[in-house]
Structures are given as structure tokens and as C-alpha cells.
């Protein structure tokens, strides 16, 4: 069994950075994708980052440039630095796993953490 708890959320200003965190345990396969995905109240979830076991990062169009996304095996810890926050990045951050190929359907993820909430006050 896989568990994944994120951490970092909290308040900031528009134009502020957070780090995320989301440690894993349990058993990983040797081929997986790590992701980061969001939900805003009444939206959707989305994707946000991904990272495979090459080490690969992928992003949505709206967080390239301001989100990046890394790991720490050692740890058994990735990551998500978020800069220059905007508003509309408010929303709760979840981390996800899955044993096929980096998707940015939430389905095709195993397991979630609980998620941890980020607010962009402007």
C-alpha cells in the first residue's frame, strides 16, 4: 500500500512563492509518474505538474514558467515550488500516484493524498 501526505499549503500574497511537499511510503515500482493536481470549489480537478521515474517533469500551460516540480529519492519526497502565485492558483493541492504513464486524468491515478490547501489573496 502506497500513502501520500502533503504539506506546505498555506496564505500568500499575489506574487508570493510556497513549496509543497508530498511524502510517500509504501511500496513504489520501479516505473511510476508522481503528480501534482488542484481543485478549485466548483471546478474541476486538473493537472498541475507530473514527474516520471526518468526524472521528466511536465506542466500545465497555466503554471509553466512559475511551478516546478522535483524529487528526492533519498527522501522519498517530491515537491512543488510554486512562484509568483496568483489568485486564481487558490485551490486545494493534491499529490498522486500512478504505475502507468504520467496522464493528466485524475483517474488514471492510484493514490491520492488528502490534499493541502493553498490561498493566493490579492
Known amino acids: 500500500q502506497v500513502q501520500l501526505v502533503e504539506s506546505g499549503g498555506g496564505t500568500v500574497q499575489s506574487g508570493g512563492s510556497l513549496t509543497l511537499s508530498c511524502a510517500v511510503s509504501?511500496?513504489?515500482?520501479?516505473?511510476?509518474?508522481m503528480a501534482w493536481f488542484r481543485q478549485a470549489p466548483g471546478k474541476e480537478r486538473e493537472g498541475v505538474a507530473a514527474?516520471?521515474?526518468?526524472?521528466?517533469?511536465t506542466y500545465a500551460d497555466s503554471v509553466k514558467g512559475r511551478f516546478a516540480m522535483s524529487q528526492d529519492s533519498a527522501k522519498n519526497t517530491m515537491y512543488l515550488q510554486m512562484n509568483s502565485l496568483k489568485p486564481e492558483d487558490t485551490a486545494m493541492y493534491y499529490c498522486?500516484?500512478?504505475?502507468?504513464?504520467?496522464?493528466?486524468?485524475?483517474?488514471?491515478?492510484?493514490?491520492w493524498g488528502q490534499g493541502t490547501q493553498v490561498t493566493v489573496s490579492s
Open positions: 509504501g511500496y513504489m515500482f520501479a516505473s511510476y509518474c
Open positions: 498522486a500516484a500512478t504505475w502507468v504513464g504520467c496522464s493528466k486524468v485524475p483517474g488514471s491515478y492510484n493514490y
Open positions: 514527474i516520471d521515474d526518468e526524472g521528466t517533469a
